[in-house]
T-cell receptor
């Protein structure tokens, strides 16, 4: 079963680039990697999803090496409002998109 | 806005009672998933419904049950409430073909 490992917490300062790396050694061939952001008392919010190489949207970039055993979420020039918990997910059962398991995530604290 | 709404936002029950939580999914989505989130933890997968049938279940007892209706609404029912059921309950809708879920803001359940 695929499982993800990511740092419990990270600190940064406003204006810096933040990179959060997630390992998923047992990811299956056809599975995508998905990242979510969660603020207190709110549901998680989809940030970005990727399969390989690099994906970029208006919020973040996702870097995935060729072996796909890890991925890095990159947040450019963070602000205080980026303080949140970030989750990296892969399907627990390959091809079964229904069973998404959230770990503890990475709590990012952005300081002024 | 995710287009997913949950009701009520807050609820207080006593041990042994039954509770029904409601969710209105985004139009066009064919899956609805329910998650339980305790304070300081990541969301825990309860189950997913696809085309009105349970499509996957996490490690939750049978007293947690659900329904999905054709009009994009769904319910989570919990019988014989226990103190440990106190948590934020999140509903998420999506498409069976990918991991992009749209979460509601949740129902905060307190069991006394």
């Amino acid at each position: 079963l695929a499982k993800t490992t990511q740092p419990i917490s990270m600190d940064s300062y406003e204006g810096q680039e933040v990179n959060i790396t997630c390992s998923h050694n047992n990811i299956a061939t056809n599975d995508y990697i998905t990242w979510y952001q969660q603020f207190p008392s709110q549901g998680p919010r989809f940030i970005i999803q990727g399969y390989k190489t690099k994906v970029t949207n208006e919020v973040a970039s996702l870097f995935i090496p060729a072996d796909r055993k890890s991925s890095t979420l990159s947040l450019p020039r963070v602000s205080l409002s980026d303080t949140a918990v970030y989750y990296c997910l892969v399907p627990v059962i390959s091809g079964n998109t229904g069973k998404l398991i959230f770990g503890q995530g990475t709590t990012l604290q952005v300081k002024p | 806005e995710t287009g997913v709404t949950q009701s009520p936002t807050h609820l207080i029950k006593t041990r042994g009672q039954q509770v029904t939580l409601r969710c209105s999914s985004q139009s066009g989505h064919n899956t609805v998933s329910w998650y339980q989130q305790a304070l300081g933890q990541g969301p825990q997968f309860i189950f997913q419904y696809y085309r009105e049938e349970e499509n996957g279940r996490g490690n939750f007892p049978p007293r947690f049950s659900g329904l999905q209706f054709p009009n994009y609404s769904s319910e989570l029912n919990v019988n014989a409430l226990e103190l440990d059921d106190s948590a934020l309950y999140l509903c998420a809708s999506g498409d069976i073909t990918n991991e992009k879920l749209f979460f509601g803001s949740g129902t905060q359940l307190s069991v006394l």
